[in-house]
């Protein structure tokens, strides 16, 4: 059969890849049994403009007027800086997350204190009725007169009451609940999620209304992730975090008017989420006091730095084969630095068993916190504690060698700020610096120097 009459395609709903066949694992994002026959929507070129729409004209640069100061403050300062500054009007952001995660929370919260300032907002969702809006609302506080809810999955009619109402700010709770009647497919498949993205992002820039979508991050791929659409909007937020920890992550993905590497950070409370603006305290709260085992250590997230403790408890394995367990960093990664440990400093570990943890819950990758491993682990091999002022961070390699890492110094100022005294940090990374009042830097190169250090 000719191409050309074929109606349905397969669509990955994870990243919107398109194929002609099914395929048990995407080309696209290469994940597995994500590919869903969908019915494939063709515009022939030859229809033109349709009615009613009126071609751009080109405009010289100089004409564009750019307002400095028009960006709308949420009053929420982690949201504003991962924003850029503000919400901008007439972008689309996307805010995607974990079902439960607390999107609707933060977007009601912002709702929240627009409605404060009396701007006009429009909260949108195809998810819950008004009164369990309302419920959540009563949690987080007095709603001035100036939100208004809706509760509809249609999105040609959520269009026209937006041009009708003309709020400055405008939420879709979620967008994979809306659908568009011209779409056959059901909503949360692809095709619906892009045509309703693409009408959402025309009404933006037609109207200058900020939009905020919201995009549940689905795992079993019955349903188009935010992925699919992210390539449409202005600015991609993903919350990120642990439903059994309170603490929150914002993280900024994308972003058309700012810097990306932001993240903010909130803690769900009783009456919704309240900022953390100062993460390392937060996260260094209820922290052992004089116990082996337990040292502080530095991740850099966006470009703030933030203190974790790292705690490991090494014990004496009464099996054959030692267990070793890693919460919050990498398993393979503790695996390597007790081979190092082994290897390099003769310490007999190797019929120990070792388990890890980043207290506070938070998921670390980085490097950096490697020589924070390595000596909780030595801490509680020896049973001998750290001095609890001590910071410490760098990169080990396998030869044992401790690595220069980014952002040494903001580090060790965040640390200072604290009250910390003390601070083992990568020789390499010392010889760069400045000298810092009020903390001791102490350069090391190889593993053996760090530990010999805290003995
Ligand atoms: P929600 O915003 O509904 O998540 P999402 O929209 O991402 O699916 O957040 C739901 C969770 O947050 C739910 O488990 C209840 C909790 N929660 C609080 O702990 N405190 C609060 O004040 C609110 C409103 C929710
Ligand atoms: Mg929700």
Redesign the pocket.
């Known amino acids: 059969m000719a191409n050309a009459k074929k109606t349905t395609g397969f669509f990955c709903q994870e990243c919107g890849y398109e194929s002609s066949k099914w395929m048990g694992q995407c080309p696209g994002c290469k994940s597995w049994n994500t590919l869903v026959e969908e019915p494939v929507k063709r515009i022939s070129r030859a229809s033109g403009i349709s009615h009613g729409q009126t071609a751009a004209v080109p405009v010289p640069i100089q004409q564009i007027d750019l307002k400095q100061d028009d960006k709308i403050l949420t009053g929420i300062g982690e949201l504003d800086r991962v924003l850029g500054g503000g919400i901008v009007p007439g972008s689309l952001t996307l805010v995607g ?12 919260q912002v709702c929240y204190q627009l409605a404060q300032t009396g701007q006009k907002v429009l909260y949108t969702s195809g ?1 819950e009725s008004a009164r369990q809006i309302k419920m ?1 609302a009563d ?2 506080g007095k709603f001035a007169k100036e939100l208004y809810v809706l509760c509809e999955t249609n999105l040609d009619l959520i269009r026209d009451i937006l041009e009708r109402e003309k709020p400055v700010v405008a939420v879709i ?2 967008i994979q609940t809306m659908y568009r009647e011209t779409v056959s497919s059901a909503p949360g498949s692809v095709s619906q999620v892009r045509e309703a993205t693409g009408l959402l992002l025309q009404l933006a820039k037609g109207s200058g209304i900020a939009i905020f979508i ?1 995009g ?1 991050v689905t795992k079993d791929g019955t349903v188009a992730g935010p992925r699919v659409l992210e390539h449409m909007v202005d600015t991609v937020l993903y ?1 990120e975090g642990d ?1 059994h920890v309170a603490h929150r992550l914002l993280r900024g993905v994308k972003n058309r008017f700012g810097a990306t590497d932001e993240i903010g950070v909130f803690e ?6 309240k900022e953390v603006t100062n993460p390392s305290e937060y996260m260094l709260n209820g922290r052992p006091q004089d116990a082996a085992g337990s040292v502080v250590s530095s991740v850099v997230e966006g470009t703030r730095p933030i203190l974790l403790e790292v705690q490991a408890l090494v014990c004496r394995s009464n099996f054959g084969i030692p267990r070793r367990q890693a919460a919050g960093t990498d398993f393979n990664r503790l695996n390597l630095l007790m081979a190092v440990l082994e290897k390099r400093v003769g310490l007999q570990i190797s019929d120990h068993d070792a388990y890890v943890n980043l207290a506070g819950g938070m998921r670390i990758t980085e490097p950096a916190m490697d020589l924070g491993i390595v000596l909780a682990v030595v801490s509680s091999f020896k049973n001998r504690a750290i001095d609890e002022h001590t910071l410490c961070f760098g990169e080990v390699g396998l030869s044992g060698e401790v690595r220069a890492v980014s952002m040494a110094e903001g580090r060790i100022k965040e640390a200072k700020k604290l009250g910390f005294t003390t601070c083992i940090l990568p020789a390499a990374n010392l010889v760069k610096m400045k000298k810092i009042e009020g903390i001791e830097l102490l350069g090391v190169s190889n593993v053996q120097e760090a530990i010999e250090l805290i003995q």
């Not at 079902?99 to 009601?108: A, D, E, F, N, Q």
């Not at 769900?268 to 989420?273: D, I, Q, R």
Request: proline share 4%.
């Open positions: 997350g974990d079902p439960g995660i607390g999107k609707s929370t933060l977007l009601l998810e959540r949690r987080i709770d979620s919201v549940h919350f439903r769900m409370a009783e009456n919704g989420l």
